[in-house]
């Protein structure tokens, strides 16, 4: 995989958006990941393990670097500079030396932004006092999106005790980053893109000659594409309590889901993961608003969509970012279940979310105070952020250690005081929690309410498959009247 990937030298649209939105403090975008090791393991081999990850994947060695006057998206310069040691930090976690106080240690950390003259990442090393380790990762969004991010390093990562093999070799070669030679790459950039659109209006329109049926078809349903994303770039989100009060702060956190749970009621409630997940934070937000004596009937998630392809070699950014309202008024888990699956059906139906790189590529042309209006109006329409990465789907390990946690962590980007982000490893689904303290100060409470809401899907989805196992036997009896299907 690693071999395979391509590392283009400059950024895409949706890369270079994030980056460029960067220079707004409530618009940096900082993923995270935090990954519990069975020991902690030998500092040596982890740097070792570290300085072969940075060779394999060329951004860790690579800082961004702006093209003059912004007449193409920035580009990736290998760091002559480069020294591992600046971005591995070794932490003494404090008292009790749990998973939380790491967090709360590495907390502020993460809130700061990066340094944008050296390549965009940093680690934070830490022995728990249970006799596990812990590493948390934190880098810019414009270097992948999570699902590219966890295809590449599952394949990096050992599946054993014994490291993959080091080496040394670049994957990509230097380039200077002179005015000039940023210049000249920019005009013949820009000439590629201009002969690309030529040549795809030729072929549409040649198209459209010899085959004006399936042309009308296309043209129908990009019309319905456009009018959804339309209709979703002009909504606006119902008044929380979670944005009475903002600040720059971070506050992490953790909570889990058991797989084989969510898989035992998958086919009762007639739901993917997806929709189970969503049911349940749903759940959550209305017992977090119930408990402060807000009446909301609805919000509206933040949902990333991977437009990645399996195939992809491509690295960066591949996603759209959907919004769905979520019926958190609804007190029964099962009516709120369908109604989740009615929104997300309307949100797939119409592909709204193949317009995204295309608006990607229209902000990064605009003035700088028109993208920062722009990006706060589409942050502003949405509550929170919510999304779900699958993970590698094998046991890892990390310099000879067994990885038994990984859990993620989205951004809080512009008015986004809550992000919650999913990770699927073994038999487990690791939650990764990311609030604005000064916007939700018991985070304590929503991690019970999640918990509740969790128990709660679960509940309804074993009475499912009690009511569903009788009926499966009446219509399965000789001459027995055939039935509808258990809701």
Known sequence: MSTA??????????????????????????????????????????????????????????????????????????????????????????????????????????????????????????????????????????????????????????????????????????????AAALLARAAGYNVEQALTGVADLVGSAAGAVTAPVQTLRRLASGLTTLSGFGRELLASRADSPLHHKRSLSRQLSTFEMSLPEINSVRQPLQATNNDIVLTVVSGAMHRWHTSRGADVHELRALVPVSLRQVSDPQAGNRLALLAVRLPVGEPSPLRRLRRIQERMGEVKSDRRATMYPLLARIMIALPLPLAEQLGRQQTARTNFVCTNVPGPGRLCYLAGQRIERIYPYAPLVGDHPVAIALYTYEDRMFVGLDVDPLAMTDLPHFRDALQESYEEVLNVGHAASVTERPARRRRSAPGAAPRGAVA
């Open 5 to 178: 990937m391509q590392w283009p030298g400059r950024m895409n649209a949706t890369d270079a958006l994030f980056w460029r939105l960067d220079r707004i403090p409530e618009m940096r975008s900082m993923i995270g990941t935090l990954v519990i090791l069975e020991h902690p393991p030998e500092t040596e081999r982890l740097q070792a393990e570290f300085d072969r990850l940075s060779c394999q994947l060329p951004r860790m060695r690579q800082r961004v670097v702006d093209v003059p006057f912004g007449l193409a998206p920035p580009e990736w310069i290998e760091d002559d500079q480069f020294d591992l040691a600046y971005h591995v930090r070794y932490l003494a976690t404090p008292a009790p030396g749990d998973i939380q106080a790491m967090l709360s240690q590495v907390s502020p950390m993460y809130a700061t932004p990066l340094d944008p003259d050296r390549p965009l990442w940093e680690a934070y090393v830490s022995d728990l006092a249970d006799g596990r380790g812990a590493v948390f990762v934190k880098m810019h969004h414009c270097l992948t999106d999570g699902v590219g991010g966890s295809r590449l390093f599952g394949e990096l990562l050992g599946s054993g005790d014994a490291s993959p093999p080091h080496t040394s070799t670049r994957l990509v070669g230097r380039r200077s980053s002179s």
